[in-house]
């Protein structure tokens, strides 16, 4: 009898103790706001530094989601208040041109301003990107200007496509998602840009760039239930589905249409023609 | 490989056996102790018994070819057609229906192929050297083994159980001339009235075997082996335990009518059991097992010439189930009950290389961790009258599938947007088989209903290819339960000398399973004509028929003879796959002071009803002629036996409707069979 007593009183115990570890996980963690991504630069100025972050490990032509914040060195806190701009510009020997960009935003996290630049080129030693930020502290205007390294990306496949459209218009369409492609319906996101100047480089909005995955290893083997991209107003960019059935090298065959339907760039893939000369690659 | 964790469903068994205690409850109440002894009656009662056991002395004499493989046991059955990839692994069919429509077990217990291609059938995971025999039902007569529509078989493993013979062991081998067929084999046993110990171990290796006019069928060899020990202890008179334990490895097995063949295919296969001559007083023969089996099945392509792209095929399948039965008498009444269960994982993948061996590898999930649960409740009831019988019999089962594997979770998704990771299914089946007897006239005659659940490939398959009509195959997940309806008649005049019997059944199957072509889908293996689609077709048809008979000519001479018919149509009337033309066999056999000798005729007519959608073309009639001779000699105590052999004695080219790609068959054989037994 007496052990029965013990092993209640145990029992009881081990009861309160599992209760109590359950209340303090209840106390909120302080979340990183740049959780998982990499500072590729930071900029130091007198009373303020600005850090740039991305994914990557480095700029790499093609899209890239970059998220920047200002450190206030006074009070050593991230301003919510910056409002910062962009202008990212190449620097040729004989010319120089800028790349699409978005504008920056603030994401749910209010010291962090996120936006993506499409580089279409990288640099080498004598022609560079330049990428300058307008800011403002504690009501000052500021500007600073850094000078950043695009590389190709290390795999070689192709995301970014830069071309002229049968409307004789020069256009940019990069890849976005997915990051990680899977075995899976996969959703599927781009961007497009046309240039309009060597300096201006506006959102296309509102055309459509059908989706043909395929595996040319494999007979050129396709898959089901892809989704053309179609122009997403709320997230500005093109959003559709890409199935893949396994893993491996996939071109994804793509074909540009404007608002009245007619292809501006690319082929319909078929027997005779096993791709479009508008494509992306994959390989995982 | 893929680890797996063992996750038993304790909770559907828990809500199986609650089921079957309130069914046994209500109907054990009223009841009162059976004076009828316990082995009275084989309660199952089944069309047809093939007797496998080699050591049985005599029976083994009556064999025309004792150590032919289990697969061609098989084939010398009535009602069973093998369908064949090559030389090994032949895969059974009842009624024109293959593995997905039968229950095929293993002394009880379910077993299911790790290969998605259908290479390896269970019965290519034991032996001869295993077995007593098989038990065959047909149709519903089936379902004591599990779901089926077409029927069931039952593999019985071969055990002295306590008869008092002491030490026995056996010793033999067997040649081939056609294939060069090596069989070395023996066995060593014990049994006394406490204990019993079996062992059994059979060695078989064949090289590429040539059809009628001495064509080399490449890709025709194979290598097996197969390991068994059976053991019993009786704990009290009427409780023993025992316990079963078999091992098959096949190597290096070739299959001509395919672009694979198989590196390794390995089962291992164990059980416990626990057996007591009563329960409760009034059920007698209460058994119960339980059972886990583990296969592993490996397809290799790097022996063939120009493949247009390597690549690996390994399946894993994994089941463990139990089951427990009694018998129960009263009055004309013989009840026999059966709670079975069983949970099972099938997982298979492949690996793909590319050209470009800078390009990742591809990788895809063929079977995707298909989780399948079954609990089912078998019972019928066998009512003696004065000259007639009556057995009714039912199977209830509560059946699931659950992907468990995201990767393959997400690859159906592609195809079945809206798919759920788990499928339920009740599972039904009623029976009802009368017997006459009128004069010399037995009349047979039954109706029934069954069910059946999709198979692992045609729920969950992807890019399954089938060589037979050049698809890749993807499964639905969304299938309809497949039901079949059916009716069976027979009749027989039965003399002692002389015996005639007419036999017939029809199979009303709904939502028949069968690939259909989805042109709107791009294939995945190179070369392949397009992809089908599992679906359920509203309905099939299926009708069987055959005549055979047995006359004794003398005391030593008897004749047998077999002809049957097979039609089977889709709802538009369009043929179905595999369904026999009009077949023949008939034999005559002596036997006489251990003299043994037979002459036998084989053949088909022209397969006319055929279907090129599933790859068939029309197969030409043919026969073949073989003859058998045997002595049986007493050495002291011991016996030896020799039987020796031509199968397809005129050297025909030949194949028939169950001939993947119609591969020719085996072409003019010899064989030679020693069998020592030490008694």
Same mark, same amino acid.
């Given at each position: ?12 115990l ?8 359950d ?5 909120? $963690?302080? $979340?990183n706001?740049v959780?998982?991504l ?8 007198t009373?303020?530094?600005v850090q740039?972050?991305s994914?990557?490990q480095n700029?790499?032509?093609?899209y890239?989601e ?9 009070? %050593?806190?991230? /301003?919510?208040?910056?409002?910062p ?13 800028a790349?699409?960009?978005?504008? /920056? ?6 010291t962090?301003?996120?936006g ?5 080129m990288a640099?080498?030693?004598t022609?560079?990107w330049?990428?300058t /930020? ?8 500021k500007?600073?200007?850094?000078r950043?390294? $695009?590389?190709?990306p290390v795999?070689g ?7 002229t459209?049968? %409307? ?5 369409l990069?890849?976005?998602?997915p990051?990680?492609?899977k ?9 497009l840009y ?14 459509k760039?059908?989706? %043909? ?18 122009y997403?107003a709320?997230?500005k960019?093109? %959003? ?12 994804i065959?793509l ?9 501006l760039?690319?082929?319909?893939v078929t027997?005779?023609?096993p791709?479009s000369?508008?494509?992306f690659? /994959?390989?995982? | 490989m893929?680890?797996?964790i063992?996750?038993? +469903?304790?909770?559907?068994?828990l809500m ?14 009223p009841?009162y ?6 082995? !009275?009656?084989?309660?199952i009662?089944l069309?047809e ?5 080699t ?5 083994h ?6 150590? !032919? ?17 090559g030389?090994y692994?032949?895969?059974?069919t009842m009624?024109?229906m293959?593995?997905e429509?039968?229950?095929?077990t ?7 192929g790790?290969c ?5 059938p ?12 098989a038990?065959?039902?047909?149709g ?12 069931g078989?039952?593999l019985?493993?071969?055990?002295s159980n ?7 062991? *056996?010793?033999?081998s067997?040649?081939? !001339? ?13 049994s006394?009235?406490k204990?019993?110990?079996?062992t059994?171990?059979?060695?078989r ?8 006019g ?8 194979f290598e097996?082996?197969n390991?068994?020990?059976n053991?019993?202890f ?6 023993s335990?025992?316990a ?16 694979m063949?198989v ?6 296969i164990?059980?416990v059991?626990?057996?007591q001559?009563?329960?409760?007083g ?6 119960s097992?339980l059972y886990y ?9 790097? =022996?063939?010439?120009?493949v +247009?792209?390597?690549?690996d095929m ?5 089941t ?7 018998? @129960?008498? =009263?009055? =004309?009444n ?7 269960g ?9 690996t ?9 590898l ?10 399948t649960?079954?609990v089912g409740?078998?019972g019928?009831d066998?009512i003696?009258?004065?000259?007639a !019988?009556?057995?009714l019999?039912t199977?209830l ?5 659950t992907v ?10 592609i ?18 088989q009368?017997?006459n007897?009128w ?5 047979n005659?039954g109706?029934?209903?069954?069910e059946?659940a999709p ?14 009509d050049n698809?890749?195959?993807?499964g639905d997940?969304?299938l ?9 008649? *027979?009749i027989?005049?039965k003399?002692?000398? @002389?015996?005639?019997?007419a036999?017939a059944n029809y199979?009303r ?11 709107s889908l791009?294939?995945?293996?190179i ?7 599992y679906?359920n ?6 009708f069987?028929?055959?005549l055979s008979?047995?006359?004794s ?5 008897k ?20 369904i ?6 008939s034999?005559?056999?002596?036997y ?6 037979s002459?036998s005729?084989d053949g088909?007519?022209?397969?006319s ?6 790859g068939?073309t ?12 045997? =002595? ?17 004695i ?6 028939s409707?169950?001939?993947?790609n ?12 020693? *069998?020592?037994?030490i008694?």
């Amino acid at each position: 009898m007496k052990t029965l007593t013990y092993i209640f009183a145990i029992l009881i115990l081990s009861v309160s103790f599992v209760s109590c570890s359950d209340d303090d996980e209840n106390v909120p $963690v302080e $979340v990183n706001p740049v959780e998982g991504l990499t500072m590729i630069y930071e900029i130091e100025a007198t009373d303020h530094t600005v850090q740039i972050y991305s994914e990557k490990q480095n700029l790499e032509v093609g899209y890239n989601e970059i998220s920047i914040r200002v450190k206030d060195l006074a009070s %050593d806190k991230f /301003l919510s208040n910056a409002t910062p701009t962009w202008m990212p510009m190449m620097h040729m020997e004989t010319m120089q041109h800028a790349a699409p960009h978005s504008m /920056l935003q603030n994401t749910e996290e209010p010291t962090v301003y996120k936006g993506h630049i499409v580089f279409q080129m990288a640099s080498n030693n004598t022609e560079y990107w330049e990428l300058t /930020l307008n800011y403002t502290m504690n009501g000052e205007a500021k500007e600073e200007a850094l000078r950043v390294t $695009v590389a190709q990306p290390v795999d070689g496949l192709k995301k970014t496509q830069v071309f002229t459209g049968s %409307d004789d218009v020069r256009y940019i369409l990069a890849y976005v998602n997915p990051k990680e492609p899977k075995v899976a319906v996969n959703d599927f996101q781009a961007v497009l840009y046309k240039m309009e100047t060597m300096m201006d480089f506006p959102m296309v909005e509102n055309y459509k760039i059908t989706v %043909d995955p395929r595996m040319p290893g494999m007979g050129n083997h396709s898959s089901p239930n892809n989704e053309d991209l179609t122009y997403n107003a709320a997230t500005k960019t093109y %959003d559709g589905k890409l199935s893949l059935t396994m893993t491996g090298y996939w071109r994804i065959n793509l074909k540009l249409l404007n608002t009245n339907g007619e292809v501006l760039k690319g082929e319909d893939v078929t027997e005779a023609n096993p791709e479009s000369s508008l494509y992306f690659e /994959l390989e995982f | 490989m893929k680890a797996f964790i063992s996750v038993f +469903p304790f909770k559907g068994m828990l809500m199986g056996s609650l089921l079957v205690a309130m069914v046994c409850g209500t109907l054990v109440s009223p009841l009162y102790a059976q004076e009828i002894p316990a082995d !009275s009656l084989k309660l199952i009662n089944l069309n047809e018994v093939i007797v496998i056991s080699t050591a049985k002395q005599l029976d083994h004499q009556k064999q025309r070819k004792p150590l !032919s493989t289990l697969d061609e046991f098989l084939e010398s059955s009535r009602s069973i057609k093998m369908v064949k990839r090559g030389a090994y692994a032949w895969e059974p069919t009842m009624n024109d229906m293959a593995s997905e429509r039968l229950a095929v077990t293993i002394d009880g217990m379910q077993i299911f192929g790790a290969c998605t291609d259908k290479m390896d059938p269970i019965t290519s995971y034991v032996d001869v050297s295993n077995l007593s025999e098989a038990e065959i039902g047909s149709g519903q007569q089936g379902a004591a083994f599990g779901n089926s529509i077409g029927g069931g078989i039952n593999l019985k493993l071969d055990k002295s159980n306590f008869k008092p013979t002491g030490w026995t062991g *056996s010793l033999e081998s067997a040649f081939e !001339s056609n294939n060069a067929m090596r069989v070395f084999g023996g066995e060593l046993n014990y049994s006394d009235e406490k204990f019993y110990l079996n062992t059994d171990a059979i060695y078989r290796k064949a090289d590429n075997y040539s059809a009628g006019g001495d064509e080399e069928v490449k890709f025709s060899q194979f290598e097996k082996y197969n390991f068994s020990v059976n053991s019993g202890f009786k704990l009290t008179e009427d409780k023993s335990v025992s316990a079963t334990l078999i091992y098959d490895e096949a190597t290096d097995v070739g299959y001509p009518a395919l672009t694979m063949d198989v590196s390794l295919a390995r089962a291992v296969i164990g059980s416990v059991s626990f057996n007591q001559d009563t329960l409760f007083g009034n059920f007698s023969n209460w058994e119960s097992k339980l059972y886990y089996n583990t296969i592993k099945h490996t397809m290799d392509d790097t =022996k063939r010439p120009d493949v +247009p792209i390597h690549m690996d095929m390994p399946g894993w399948s994994e089941t463990a189930g139990f089951y427990t039965q009694a018998n @129960f008498n =009263k009055e =004309k009444n013989h009840f026999f009950f059966k709670l079975d269960g069983f949970y099972n994982k099938s997982y298979a993948e492949m690996t793909m290389y590319p050209t470009n061996s800078n390009e990742p590898l591809m990788f895809m999930l063929t079977w995707p961790d298909v989780r399948t649960k079954d609990v089912g409740f078998y019972g019928e009831d066998h009512i003696q009258f004065k000259k007639a !019988s009556l057995k009714l019999s039912t199977r209830l089962a509560y059946h699931s599938n659950t992907v468990a594997d995201d990767f393959g979770l997400n690859s159906l998704k592609i195809f079945y947007p809206e798919m759920e990771k788990t499928n339920t299914r009740f599972l039904k089946s009623f029976s009802a088989q009368y017997h006459n007897m009128w004069h010399d006239f037995h009349l047979n005659g039954g109706i029934s209903y069954g069910e059946r659940a999709p198979s692992v490939s045609e729920g969950y398959g992807f890019y399954l290819f089938n060589s037979f009509d050049n698809h890749d195959y993807i499964g639905d997940p969304g299938l309809k339960t497949e039901s079949s309806a059916d009716a069976n008649i *027979s009749i027989t005049f039965k003399k002692p000398i @002389f015996e005639i019997t007419a036999s017939a059944n029809y199979f009303r199957v709904f939502n028949y399973i069968i690939g259909v072509v989805d042109n709107s889908l791009s294939t995945m293996t190179i070369g392949a004509e397009g992809v089908k689609i599992y679906t359920n077709l509203e309905y099939a048809q299926l009708f069987n028929t055959s005549l055979s008979g047995r006359y004794s000519i003398s005391n030593a001479f008897k004749w047998t003879g077999q002809i049957s018919y097979h039609r089977g149509v889709d709802n538009d009337g369009e043929n179905l796959p595999l369904i026999s033309p009009l077949s023949y066999r008939s034999a005559i056999d002596f036997y006489k002071n251990q003299y043994s000798a037979s002459l036998s005729v084989d053949g088909a007519g022209e397969q006319s009803n055929y279907n090129p959608t599933y790859g068939e073309t029309k197969t030409a009639a043919y026969a073949t002629l073989s003859a058998s001779f045997g =002595k049986r000699f007493f050495l002291n105590d011991n016996d030896l036996f020799v039987k020796t052999g031509i199968e397809n004695i005129l050297d025909t080219h030949y194949s028939s409707y169950t001939d993947w790609n119609n591969i020719p068959r085996m072409g003019r054989n010899f064989y030679l069979t020693i *069998s020592y037994s030490i008694n």
